[in-house]
């Protein structure tokens, strides 16, 4: 079967990416210990040790949604609530699974700011209401790289653990972009989780170029106290996990996670310059991480997507998003580029409508 030319819809469009299938492919011979009991298992878990400078629990789940949820059900009871940003996966794309695999904890809306929270707004919505018939605050999800492609810089995240730390909420990370983010800001990976006062890390595999997968990186190892039963009883047990593992080895061991997360993002860039010579599109966040958000106009939306381009509506009906993938060719971003031109040639500006 054929697969079909780049889109810009997600970054999991893309396929597996050399360094993943390697390993993959090295881990197919022979027999090895199921459930985790594996060598892949166990250096893809010290990899990741080695990447944030500290001793961590390391958990690997099938997708993002289990690991947030389960990451979020460990560090709550059914009574307590989670405070995100508005925008935030686990509140928009989760189908409440943060609520059920914790058994009700609530989830709290902050307003938000380009997709980030604002560290004022935690203060503000605990402080609202402390008494017994409110749901007990007790955990703060944000999202770096954030769903609108915006980036927390390690003081910003500062900023917010020190607020959740006086309010008594742990502070958990959905990081399904954090190779991207940290591509971006280019320092030392503990700068912006644990040091920053990040309790737990849910590090996205797949939109990074891995077949599928993602890594629960509990940095308080408190935190991740009979997680592994939660995982089983969830179905994110893989039995033969050394294929979930391995093209983590492959992924972290050279480096591949960071320059593919790079380019990625540099070809976000790329699309980013290419359009500010178009005064007709009106790009709506900084671009930071690997998307750009436009804000389009229906003519110029229905004629990009006549021309066989994919690309998702984002936020409310104007809102639309490109986001690159690992794999991203420059002459795709220039060939989009180019149908920018001609449809925005035959259209009016953003401002007349
Ligand atoms: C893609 C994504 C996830 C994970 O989604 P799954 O489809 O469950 O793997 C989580 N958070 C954010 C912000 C995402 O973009």
Not at 11 to 39: K, M
Not at 187 to 211: H, I, N, Q, S, Y
Request: hydrophobic fraction near 40%; charge should be negative; proline fraction near 5%.
């Amino acid at each position: 079967m054929e697969t079909s030319s780049q889109q810009f819809a997600s970054d999991n469009y893309a396929g597996i990416c050399p360094e993943a299938w390697a390993a993959l492919e090295s881990a197919r011979h022979g027999h090895a210990p199921a459930y985790g009991d594996d060598p892949w298992t166990a250096r893809a878990s010290d990899l990741l040790r080695e990447i944030f400078e500290t001793d961590c629990e390391v958990f690997f789940t099938f997708n993002g949604t289990a690991a947030n949820s389960l990451a979020l059900a460990s560090l709550c009871q059914s009574y307590h609530s989670i405070l995100c940003s508005q925008v935030a996966h686990v509140e928009t794309d989760e189908c409440g699974a943060p609520e059920f695999f914790s058994n009700g904890t609530k989830i709290l809306l902050l307003p938000t700011d380009g997709g980030k929270i604002r560290a004022g707004s935690i203060g503000e919505t605990v402080s609202r209401r402390q008494d017994l018939h409110f749901p007990k605050p007790r955990a703060i999800s944000l999202t770096q790289a954030t769903e609108t492609g915006t980036i927390y810089q390690p003081a910003e995240l500062g900023t917010i653990a020190e607020a959740a730390r006086r309010y008594g909420l742990s502070v958990h990370m959905d990081g399904a972009r954090f190779a991207n983010a940290a591509a971006s800001l280019g320092r030392a990976p503990r700068e912006f989780t644990w040091e920053a006062g990040v309790d737990v890390l849910c590090f996205g595999g797949t939109k990074m170029g891995l077949p599928v997968g993602e890594a629960v990186v509990f940095f308080r190892k408190a935190l991740a106290a009979e997680f592994a039963y939660r995982c089983k009883q969830a179905g994110q047990l893989a039995s033969k996990m050394r294929f979930l593992a391995a093209p983590w080895v492959g992924m972290l061991e050279n480096g591949a996670w960071l320059r593919h997360a790079a380019h990625a993002n540099a070809m976000a860039e790329r699309l980013f310059q290419g359009l500010s010579t178009l005064p007709a599109i009106r790009v709506v966040y900084p671009r930071q991480a690997n998307s750009v958000f436009l804000d389009l106009s229906p003519d110029v939306a229905t004629a990009l997507r006549g021309l066989g381009w994919r690309f998702y509506n984002f936020i409310g009906d104007s809102g639309c998003r490109f986001m690159c993938a690992w794999d991203t060719e420059p002459a795709t971003v220039d060939r989009l580029l180019a149908d920018f031109h001609r449809v925005t040639a035959a259209a009016p500006p953003a401002s007349s409508h």
